[in-house]
């Protein structure tokens, strides 16, 4: 059976929103869908060494929970692995796209949104790969983006707080369904569409002169602002308010959160996340996968 995080048995303290989804994520797909539930507290785990102050109490618990349960996943090759995750990824948000051209603007609801909502989580976790030594070095030591994954991964944050707002003020979201399904990713056409044509050019034309047609107006952008609306937070803020309300996260002991105040950890500390995480790298493209982070270290240095 797949290892799945247990329950606190005291008080639980939340991860830094900018982890959450992920964590979130991973604890709902694990029992079906255990490799990218695995990227995706690898990606968590990647995220948090990049914020300040670095929470090291939520990353050394997500490591805990890797290394817990690796033995687990079907880890193989990173390519394989990468292909496996990413038919996953378009596989959530193709059926969350579909579902919303097909209902309309009076079908929405909440799992409309928790569909897009997971969906961007989804493929984020694939900045993974694009972010993995192997494939920087490949490239030359420059993080290549997927083009098509990123314009899927805004319209997926950008659609969920679309409905999201329908839905708390009742009015109809954005009306999609004109729009050309995807490939190509419906982002590059959403957030335009409100915008008027240009208009035409002041000089005179000849007489012979064939008429001039308009260029078709844009599609839709994010939701316009109104008077008695905040202004929309930005994509993680989104990400945030959704995810706050959907999924419990991690397990993680109140005492050992550092908190927002907190000075950074010691560099002993750091050094040896550092270390784990460079080991987790190593050992998801091993497909025996059988091999501790403490042996391929060792096995590295005696290299």
Not at 1 to 21: F, L, N, V
Not at 22 to 42: Q, T
Not at 134 to 158: I, L, M, S
Request: charged fraction near 25%.
């Amino acid at each position: 059976a797949m290892p799945t995080d247990a329950p606190g048995a005291a008080s639980t303290a939340a991860a830094p929103r900018e982890m959450r989804h992920f964590i979130a994520r991973a604890r709902e797909i694990a029992p079906h869908a255990p490799l990218p539930a695995y990227y995706c507290r690898l990606r968590a785990v990647e995220v948090g060494m990049t914020l300040a102050p670095r929470p090291v109490a939520a990353i050394e618990a997500v490591l805990n929970t890797l290394e817990r349960t690796k033995r687990s996943t079907p880890l193989g090759e990173l390519e394989d692995d990468f292909e496996q995750c990413k038919s996953f990824a378009y596989a959530v948000y193709d059926r969350a796209d579909r579902v919303d051209r097909a209902g309309g603007a009076h079908a929405v609801t909440m799992k409309q949104v928790d569909a897009f909502s997971a969906a961007s989580t989804f493929l984020a976790m694939l900045e993974h790969f694009e972010e993995h030594p192997r494939v920087v070095k490949a490239n030359g030591g420059v993080v290549v983006r997927d083009d098509d994954r990123a314009a899927r991964k805004d319209f997926a944050e950008w659609r969920a707080f679309d409905l999201r707002q329908a839905l708390s003020l009742g009015k109809a979201p954005t009306d999609v369904r004109s729009c050309a399904a995807p490939p190509p990713p419906p982002v590059a056409v959403e957030r335009r569409q409100a915008v008027a044509p240009p208009p035409p050019l002041a000089r005179a034309v000849p007489a012979v002169a064939a008429p001039i047609t308009p260029p078709p107006p844009p599609p839709p952008p994010p939701p316009p602002s109104s008077t008695n609306i905040d202004e929309p937070p930005s994509v993680p803020e989104m990400c945030a308010s959704i995810d706050d309300e959907l999924v419990s996260v991690e397990d993680i002991p109140e005492e050992r959160v550092v908190s927002s105040e907190a000075s950074a950890p010691d560099a002993p500390v750091v050094e040896a996340i550092g270390t784990k995480i460079d080991a987790l790298h190593i050992q998801e493209s091993n497909s025996e996968g059988e091999s501790s982070g403490d042996d391929v270290a060792d096995e590295r240095r005696k290299a």
